[in-house]
Structure formats: structure tokens, C-alpha cells
């Protein structure tokens, strides 16, 4: 089955620093690569996603990229702040038609 | 809020037991889709309806099956429960036409099995 891979599984980044989350897919059929932003506690929720026909999206201070001949793709988040502190999950659309979560990163913003 | 809605919130139960987990998708959505996250784990996949149909299937054990009603709201049924079947189970909806949309969750059902 699908195999999505999410580096690092923790990362800690001081405030106004930049944070870059990894993953890498196995299927090459993958169409769809969303990002989630989970919460303590609460509901994951979508903060930027890509699709296999676009390089690179960006909404303000979040960017994704994606390189389809690598299997990779990665979430950029600039500038970080407190709030950014949660665990980002990456996911991908595949063959099966489901998404496939990567294993989590818990990022910590330092004030 | 998402607009999809679980319930309960909590469900304690023992070993062995039966439960019964509820979703209602977004309004107009027809994908209804079931994870299930374990304590220090990842989103699972467990099994997603379209229309009332099943459409794809993921990790799902043979103690768990699911339905969705005409409605559109979907129950997920848990049987012969095992204390590592406590986690938190999320629903979520995508309205699921075409190219792969943006998906829902739900606040989600924290399942502890004693």
C-alpha cells in the first residue's frame, strides 16, 4: 500500500525563525497533497494544499512545494509565531482513493 | 467549526463491548470518510462512503464496519472491543465529485476501553 514519510517528527524553531516539514510519497498516481495543522485536543485542519499539475502555492507565511520526480514535497512556514505550535500532519491523495497521512510533526515555536 | 458534527464527544466502555459512533457530513457533502488516531500516532484511514456506498476501504479491522444512511449521516460500529481500540475516531466529509476535494473532519469521539 501507500507510504507517505514525514521528516522531522519534532521540531523546535525560535520565534520569527523558519520551520520546513519533509515528506516523501510512494505512488506515483498521487494527484492531491494536502497539509493538516492539528491542535491539542482538536480537529485536524487544512492549512495549504497542492496539486500534482503546480510546483509551488504559497498563502502568506505558508508555502508548499511539491517535485513529483523525487516523490517529494515539503511545507515552509516563515516567520513563525507562538500559534504555529502544533503537529502538522502531511497527506497525499493516491490510486486507492484515500488519503494517506505522514506520522505527524510536532513543531514548538519558542517566544 | 467545520460543520460536520460527532457523536458522543466521550465514550468510556469495557472489554467486549459494543459502540456506535455518529457523523453528519456538511451540508451537500456526500463523502463521509472514518480515521481513527491512537495515542502518539497518525491519521488511519479506516473506511470512506460515497453516496451510501462504500468506496474505499483502508486498515479496518473485521470488528468495525460502518454504514451511511440515505441521509447522508454515517455510523461507524465498533464490536468486541480491546483496550487498543481506545483513540480518538474522526469523521470526515468532502462533497467527492470528481477531483479529490478538500476533506472536513469532525471534532471527533474519544473511545476509551477499560
Known amino acids: 500500500g501507500e507510504n507517505v514519510e514525514q521528516h522531522p517528527s519534532t521540531l523546535s524553531v525560535q520565534e520569527g525563525d523558519s520551520a520546513v516539514i519533509k515528506c516523501t510519497y510512494s505512488?506515483?498516481?498521487?494527484?492531491?497533497f494536502p497539509w493538516y495543522k492539528q491542535e491539542l485536543g482538536k480537529r485536524p485542519q487544512l492549512i495549504i494544499d497542492?496539486?500534482?499539475?503546480?510546483g509551488e502555492k504559497k498563502d502568506q507565511r505558508i508555502a508548499v512545494t511539491l517535485n513529483k520526480t523525487a516523490k517529494h514535497f515539503s511545507l515552509h512556514i516563515t516567520e513563525t509565531q507562538p500559534e504555529d505550535s502544533a503537529v502538522y500532519f502531511c497527506?497525499?491523495?493516491?490510486?486507492?482513493?484515500?488519503?494517506?497521512f505522514g506520522g505527524g510533526t510536532r513543531l514548538m515555536v519558542k517566544p | 467549526d467545520s460543520g460536520v458534527t460527532q457523536t458522543p464527544k466521550h465514550l468510556i466502555t469495557a472489554t467486549g463491548q459494543r459502540v456506535t459512533l455518529r457523523c453528519s457530513p456538511r451540508s451537500g457533502d456526500l463523502s463521509v470518510y472514518w480515521y481513527q488516531q491512537s495515542l502518539d500516532q497518525g491519521l488511519q484511514f479506516l473506511i470512506q462512503y460515497y453516496n451510501g456506498e462504500e468506496r474505499a476501504k483502508g486498515n479496518i479491522l473485521e470488528r468495525f464496519s460502518a454504514q451511511q444512511f440515505p441521509d447522508l449521516h454515517s455510523e461507524l460500529n465498533l464490536s468486541s472491543l480491546e483496550l487498543g481500540d481506545s483513540a480518538l475516531y474522526f469523521c470526515?466529509?468532502?462533497?467527492?465529485?470528481?477531483?479529490?476535494?478538500?476533506?472536513?473532519f469532525g471534532p471527533g469521539t474519544r473511545l476509551t476501553v477499560t
Open positions: 505512488d506515483s498516481a498521487s494527484n492531491y
Open positions: 497542492i496539486r500534482s499539475n503546480v
Open positions: 470526515a466529509s468532502s462533497p467527492e465529485v470528481g477531483e479529490p476535494y478538500e476533506q472536513y
Open positions: 497527506a497525499d491523495y493516491n490510486a486507492g482513493n484515500m488519503l494517506t
